[in-house]
């Protein structure tokens, strides 16, 4: 079976924004890093790394101990990508661990999953051709849409986004949303536990990941753009979500952000600040 059986008519729309050239007066083309955790997403796979562009610089896949056979179905679909191995569980510890191993000026995390259009990485590095600092997905930004959420999760978003928004005057349409893109300059701001340490869970390993990078790159005032982007449902395999458990999280990750209640010893090194 090919690629394009697998992704099927509904998921053929092509996405036209060009790349910019390789060089343009002398200056360097910015290289992009593309980061894909995963953990048993063989059947997947073929679908992102076939639907992958090939301007790509670097495709770094974070492997959650899979037992089935992602390694080598990655290998196989994108030679010369680049495997590395979390310390701990979770898919803020596999960001982590991807973000550290990036060599390139743009960092994109995609999931592994096929719910995200790897033919859209063009509209987030054009954003950040165009100045943003970080180029945020959103579902709901006009142009954008989903076959996947439920009404329930819609709800919790929205009210998510509000209490977002309020507390750290920000313009956030779709606050959980994990298909993002961003200067490789913005790492540090993230302040991210230490993904070497295979001791102890962190907070910011679980599912709160996107929301403790969005807060912590609004409180550092760097410029943030919401790109449109198209969710689809998962291809193969069950989802780790669970909509209370991980709504508490996202609530919780809110107000230590804000407020500091509980905050954890890792601490953001707000080091850019541009205007918003």
């Known amino acids: ?51 992958m562009p090939k ?14 056979d992602t390694v080598e179905v ?3 679909c994108w030679p010369g990508i680049v495997v590395v191995n979390q310390a701990r569980k979770g898919k803020g510890n596999a960001l982590a661990a991807g973000f550290a191993a990036c060599t390139g000026d743009y960092i994109v995390m995609i999931d592994a999953d096929g719910s995200m259009d790897p033919r859209e990485i063009a509209r987030f590095t054009g954003a950040l051709d165009a100045g943003a600092d970080y180029a945020k997905g959103s579902r ?46 913005c790492v540090p701001i993230f302040g991210l536990p230490d993904h070497t340490d ?37 291809m193969y395999g069950e989802s780790n979500l669970q909509t209370f458990r991980d709504g508490f999280r996202v609530v919780r990750t809110i107000m230590r952000e804000r407020f500091g209640f509980g905050a954890p010893a890792e601490t953001p090194a707000h080091q850019t600040s541009t205007a918003a």
């Not at 974070?62 to 037992?67: C, F, K, M, P, Y």
């Not at 102890?200 to 969005?214: H, K, S, V």
């Open 55 to 68: 301007d790509i610089d670097e495709v770094i896949l974070v492997d959650g101990n899979s037992v089935d």
């Open 74 to 76: 990655a290998r196989k």
């Open 198 to 234: 295979a001791t102890a869970p962190r907070w910011g390993d679980g599912f709160e990941i996107e929301t403790l990078i969005n807060t912590r790159v609004a409180k550092a005032g760097v410029r943030i753009d919401e790109v449109a982007s198209f969710e689809f449902r998962r």
């Open 140 to 185: 709901f930004a006009k142009g954008g849409g989903s076959d996947d959420i439920t009404a329930l999760r819609k709800v919790g978003n929205w009210g998510l986004n509000f209490m977002t928004n309020v507390l750290f005057r920000t313009h956030f349409s779709d606050l959980c949303y994990g298909y993002n893109a961003f200067r490789k300059d």
């Open 1 to 51: 079976m090919s690629v394009d059986d697998i992704l099927g008519s509904s998921r053929t729309t092509e996405i036209t924004v060009p790349r910019q050239p390789a060089s343009s007066g002398g200056k360097r083309r910015p290289r992009v890093s593309v980061v894909i955790p995963a953990m048993n997403e063989a059947r997947n796979l073929p679908h992102v790394l076939g639907h």
